[in-house]
């Protein structure tokens, strides 16, 4: 096991990526202040890896909440079965909340431990390769609305996450290539050296290499933490996250919630935030080109769907949450491995990339 930490000024938490965590009651139990636990996850995941948690948690209180499955769910009314559950049970405000599921489940179950009774303890326990590596760790937590995605939620941060490695080997390789998405992210944003290293490695981690995952998860969390390190509640660097997502969220949206995975989406905004960043003479043709084999190596789209059109895509992305006194601000690649927050490209040249 690897255990990595979140610091946050005044308070920490423990990030353990490995094989056989989920039963392990040691990881849990100095995170849970109460007795009261209610796990929440989907129909999906429950069969797959509920037991081997309540094992872990054997002793205390344990109720589980099983929601349907699916982006198109990330809804308010269907976040309310949450509190409907906790109240049924008269959870109190020493109870502890678990994700076990994908970003779906960590985001929902996150804004409901951050609103139910104004506050209680959650730890994440991920089991998609893009919640091991992104949306557990940092505290963002949230539901859609159809006019945007992400629109409704909170920073609230884990008392702890446990990635257990060896759910991943349940996982669709679409979402495989989902969760790369963001592991390339990192890369394209922060690491140079991490974006060759996955160019030598897209093999093994397709064909899920344990090793290889192991280390890419590892690299997204160090990245991921020292930027939430930086900026937990994004007022600045924490932007840089958002590589790719101004594009994919009006994607996403667009087509209906679910249509395209997020880190789809995520890969064809990367592809077009690159595009971009060429037309401002930033990047060349050739990194362009490489960013699209790089995206397009993990199995993932590199343009915006055929039938959203260009308009109805801009219309989208006015409603970005980083739009700062009515101005678009996108994240950009100086150079493959160094992004920026900026407002600096006219309306012709998006229209150009979107065309
Ligand atoms: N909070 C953040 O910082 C953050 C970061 C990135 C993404 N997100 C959000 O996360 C969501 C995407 O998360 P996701 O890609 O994990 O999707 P997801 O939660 O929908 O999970 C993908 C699919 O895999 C299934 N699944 C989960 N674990 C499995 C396993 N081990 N074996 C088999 N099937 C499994 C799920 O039931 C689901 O069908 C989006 O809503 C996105 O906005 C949030
Ligand atoms: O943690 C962050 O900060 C991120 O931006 C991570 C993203 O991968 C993630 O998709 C996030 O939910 C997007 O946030 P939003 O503020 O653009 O909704
Ligand atoms: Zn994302």
């Known amino acids: 096991m690897r255990t990595l930490t979140v610091e946050l000024g005044t308070r920490s938490y423990p990030i353990h990526i490995g094989s056989s965590l989920l039963n392990d009651p040691d990881l849990y139990r100095p995170h849970v202040r109460g007795s009261q636990v209610m796990i929440v996850t989907n129909e999906t995941v429950a069969p797959l890896y509920l037991e081997p948690v309540r094992q872990a ?24 079965r949450i509190f409907d559950a906790l109240l049924a ?109 996955l160019e030598c490695h897209m093999t093994g981690l397709m064909s899920r290499d344990p090793d290889t995952l192991a280390h890419a998860i590892q690299r997204s969390c160090e990245v991921k933490a020292q930027i939430v390190a930086e900026d937990e509640f994004e007022s600045g660097s924490r932007a840089l996250l958002n590589l790719g997502h101004t594009f994919g969220h009006a994607i996403e949206t667009g087509v209906g919630y679910g249509e395209w995975l997020h880190g789809e989406a995520v890969g064809a905004g990367i592809c077009l935030a690159a595009a971009l960043s060429a037309r401002l003479g930033w990047l060349t043709e050739a990194e362009v080109e490489r960013t699209h084999r790089l995206i397009a190596g993990a199995g993932l789209p590199t343009g915006r769907p055929a039938d959203l059109a260009p308009e109805r895509m801009l219309e989208l992305m006015a409603v970005d949450k980083k739009v700062l006194a009515g101005q678009l601000r996108l994240v950009l690649l100086k150079q493959l491995g160094e992004a920026v927050v900026t407002s600096d490209f006219d309306r012709d040249a998006l229209a150009h990339v979107l065309a």
Not at 74 to 79: C, F, G, P, Q, S
Not at 121 to 143: E, M, N, R, Y
């Open 57 to 80: 948690l054997d002793g205390l209180h344990v109720r589980e909440v099983i929601l349907p499955d699916g982006e198109v769910y990330k809804t308010l009314e269907v976040w309310n």
């Open 89 to 197: 049970e008269r959870f109190a405000r020493d109870c502890t909340l678990i994700a076990l599921g994908g970003g779906v489940i960590g985001d929902m179950t996150g804004f409901a431990a951050a609103c139910y009774q104004r506050g209680v303890d959650f730890i994440q326990v991920p089991t998609t390769l893009l919640a091991q590596v992104d949306s557990s760790v940092g505290g963002k937590t949230g539901l859609n609305h159809p006019a945007g995605k992400n629109m409704i939620g909170a920073f609230h941060q884990p008392r702890a996450v446990i990635a257990d490695t060896d759910t991943l080997g349940t996982l669709p390789q679409r979402e495989l290539s989902a969760g790369l998405a963001e592991v390339l992210k990192y890369g394209f944003i922060r690491d140079a050296e991490f974006l060759d290293w």
